[in-house]
């Protein structure tokens, strides 16, 4: 578990190791400065989903071994970028997410009420 806080004000919590995602590479949606894409959300990933990020340019269906990555396929988790969820959500294909391992700075790009309306940990839904 990261020290860094989830968007309930909790410990961020791990959201995959396999594959292993986060901006660090650590298995959490840890971030700083450096994350210039704000890769905060833990995403289980969908086709529609994975579909609408490919066709805005970010194909993470793909393997590229170059970098480790074997590509994505539907029900992985994965640390997205908020805007990126937050683009998908407006256009009705935003993949379910895990609140306790979504960043809380996730709440700087959509308000907690559209996350928990996405959540696979929230018993509101």
């Known amino acids: 578990m990261s020290s860094q806080r989830n968007v309930l004000g909790g410990p961020l919590a791990t959201c995959c190791t396999s594959p292993m995602t986060g901006f660090f590479r650590t298995g959490c949606c840890e971030t700083s400065a450096a994350d210039a894409g704000a890769h905060v959300v833990c995403t289980q990933v969908t086709p529609e989903f994975l579909a609408y990020l490919r066709a805005r340019g970010n194909d993470l269906i793909t393997p590229a071994p170059q970098f480790g990555f074997a590509g994505l396929k539907a029900g992985d ?49």
């Open 77 to 125: 988790r994965w640390c997205v970028c908020a805007r990126s969820w937050k683009e998908a959500f407006d256009a009705g294909v935003a993949a379910p997410i895990v609140l306790a391992a979504t960043h809380e700075r996730a709440l700087e790009f959509m308000t907690l009420e559209e996350l928990k309306a996405h959540a696979i940990d929230f018993e509101g839904n």
